[in-house]
Nanobody, 121 residues
């Protein structure tokens, strides 16, 4: 079994910062791309940022220059540093990882349970 556990969400005032963490655990051979998505009330889930195991990161235009994604491969953990937060960043943030299992050696998509981020004006 594989599990993604997120932490770090909460309530913050506009202009503030939060750091999200997502740790993968279980039967893992390798982790390819990891990323963060978010879903605001009444809206579709959208991509926020992704980071491959090696290579360049990707950011949605709405968060460029404010959010930074990083990962620690030794800890199977991905982070999202969120600065200069705006009320429109309010959403449930979900961690995503493409994980290769030891036996199958096939990459599968896994999701965290979500963590609420609320930015007050």
């Amino acid at each position: 079994q594989v599990q993604l556990v997120e932490s770090g969400g909460g309530l913050v005032q506009a202009g503030g910062s939060l750091r999200l963490s997502c740790a993968a655990s279980g039967s893992i051979f390798n982790i390819n791309a990891m990323g963060w998505y978010r879903q605001a009330p009444g809206k579709q889930r959208e991509l926020v940022a992704t980071i491959p195991r090696l290579g360049n990161t990707y950011y949605a235009d709405s968060v460029k220059g404010r959010f930074t994604i990083s990962r620690d491969n030794a800890k199977n953990t991905v982070y999202l540093q969120m600065n200069s937060l705006k009320p429109e960043d309010t959403a449930v943030y979900y961690c995503n990882a493409h994980i290769v299992r030891p036996i199958t050696r096939v990459s599968q998509d896994y999701w965290g349970q979500g963590t609420q981020v609320t930015v007050s004006s």
